[in-house]
């Protein structure tokens, strides 16, 4: 049995976590057996997938497969963009530079606030009434 190569990198955003693995092919990208087009149905959240690709020209090289949990669509977009420039960087240390430029190597450390004790939400608070 041939082994081919293959890559994997994680990638995380908010509350999702992407596992990435990338293998020498036409271009396809799968995301949890779902092609592309199929599970992100936001063509902003397929733009951001592909943005790391495009920018390494490496379009066309390389099939995707990406298993995503947790989060919401834009979260798991932004993982698997992570994961995607990780894999990239790994693969050919030349890209590297170009990634980190385009920030595509930053983990996004964003997330959100915890509600706190005596509040409705992290920061809104109940009406006040005078009387």
Do not use: C
């Not at 082994?3 to 020498?24: D, N």
């Not at 509600?115 to 005078?130: D, E, L, S």
């Amino acid at each position: 049995m041939v082994e081919t190569t293959k890559f994997t990198a994680t990638g995380r955003r908010k509350e999702a976590v992407a596992r990435i693995r990338l293998f020498p092919g036409k271009g396809q990208i799968i995301v949890n057996h779902k092609m592309l087009n199929e599970y992100f149905i936001r063509e902003t959240d397929r733009i951001i997938i592909r943005q790391p690709l495009e920018m390494t020209n490496s379009m066309n090289k390389y099939d995707i497969y990406a298993d995503v949990r947790g989060g919401g669509l834009a979260g798991q977009a932004g993982a698997v963009r992570l994961g995607i420039a990780r894999v990239l960087s790994s693969i050919d240390a030349s890209l590297k530079e170009a990634l980190r430029k385009g920030g595509f190597l930053t983990r996004d450390p964003r997330m959100k606030e915890r509600k706190k004790y005596g509040r409705k939400g992290a920061r809104k608070r109940f009406q006040w009434t005078k009387r």
